[in-house]
């Protein structure tokens, strides 16, 4: 009998695959991505930071150009699928509760934030039918986040992401930790965590995250006790990925060897995939740069070599020259690009066949 994914459970809501695609910013999941990866059945995510065209603007706009941009991709994410929609909130952003109250406005499925504890996400969702789901590296976190949340809002996460440091983007771990490969594996983390969150009279699901790539991956995780994943760097790989051709071939041309890590402007390591623009920053060139619009709280313009916004949305709209490429550490092993459908089928037959 062919083996079939098991179903993932958050509150009300069922998702098989028990698949959440993993939010990629700047302007990499959008409303494409996202909708065509909710009508497989999985979770589509929308990644929250900097949609609007912000570049120029003075701080006083760049609040409400993103808030109508995210907006946006809600409304057309939905018009696509009747699929489950939801929305990946960096805690970082100086925006944050706007989006957030924003996402709870238009009636998302979920929220997903990291980049810092969420530790008041709850008071900005009045939608009560809303998922709210942190993202964590350790079981501290969440230990930190389910008290703070039980005591100040009643609530406990409907789920939690506990993500490795085999992720792409920006990494919640020690730069030099990162680059020497003695962080905690993701194994020991869900491990931990499980026990943890199953300690609860409802127990909280557990997603794993950070480096899965394939269908014996998700049955390897699913048997540590995870009740799913998030996948990010497949999904970049896709016809419907929102980012430029460009940026998704930077995927199918990279080696191994680089993915390289490297100390970014906001304060944590994050994984690329080496270009020019990157080997110039490792050298300590600069890009002088003043700042409109100040998007994340934890980065000083008069400080910072570059600005990693614009970094970000050259290379998502294909100038890569004037940028970098996030990506996961198995991003080497993508070789060609699919639609969502054919992914997802793809990723079936493997967890079938591990």
Request: with cysteine; hydrophobic share 40%; aromatic share 6%.
């Amino acid at each position: 009998m062919k083996k079939k994914f098991p179903l993932l459970h958050i509150g009300d809501l069922t998702v098989n695959p028990p698949i959440i695609q993993g939010g990629m910013g700047v302007r990499v999941s959008r409303s494409g991505l996202a909708a065509a990866v909710a009508n497989e059945g999985c979770v589509g995510i929308i990644a929250g930071v900097g949609l609007g065209k912000f570049e120029n603007l003075p701080r006083s706009e760049y609040e409400s150009v993103n808030r109508e941009a995210l907006k946006t991709e809600i409304r057309k994410a939905k018009s696509m699928s009747k699929g489950i929609i939801g929305v990946n909130l960096l805690v970082a952003l100086s925006d944050y509760e706007s989006l957030a109250k924003t996402a709870s406005d238009e009636g998302v499925d979920i929220i997903i934030s990291g980049a810092g504890l969420p530790l008041e996400l709850p008071k900005y969702v009045t939608n009560r039918n809303i998922k709210l789901i942190p993202i964590i590296s350790s079981v501290r976190a969440l230990k930190i986040i389910c008290s703070k949340w039980k005591r100040n809002f009643d609530k406990l996460p409907d789920a939690v992401i506990v993500e490795g440091a085999k992720a792409g983007g920006h990494i919640g771990y020690d730069y030099q930790e990162v680059v020497d490969g003695t962080t905690s594996s993701l194994d020991e983390l869900i491990s931990e965590v499980v026990k943890y969150a199953n300690s609860f009279e409802s127990p909280i699901p557990v997603i794993a995250a950070g480096g899965i790539f394939d269908g014996s991956d998700i049955d390897h995780f699913l048997k540590l006790g995870a009740s799913g994943v998030q996948m990010g760097t497949r999904f970049v790989c896709t016809d419907e990925c929102d980012a430029h051709e460009n940026f998704k071939k930077a995927y199918l041309a990279a080696e191994k060897e680089d993915l390289v890590i490297i100390k970014s402007p906001v304060g944590l390591p994050g994984r690329v995939i080496r270009n020019r623009f990157v080997e110039d920053i490792k050298k300590g060139k600069t890009t002088p740069t003043s700042c409109n619009y100040r998007c994340l709280r934890t980065c000083n313009p008069k400080e910072a070599p570059y600005c990693i916004a614009k970094a970000l949305t050259n290379a998502a709209e294909g100038h890569l020259e004037e940028g970098y490429v996030f990506a996961g550490s198995n991003a080497y092993r993508c070789n060609e690009i699919v639609s969502v459908k054919k992914l997802i089928a793809d990723l079936a037959h493997e967890y079938a066949q591990s």
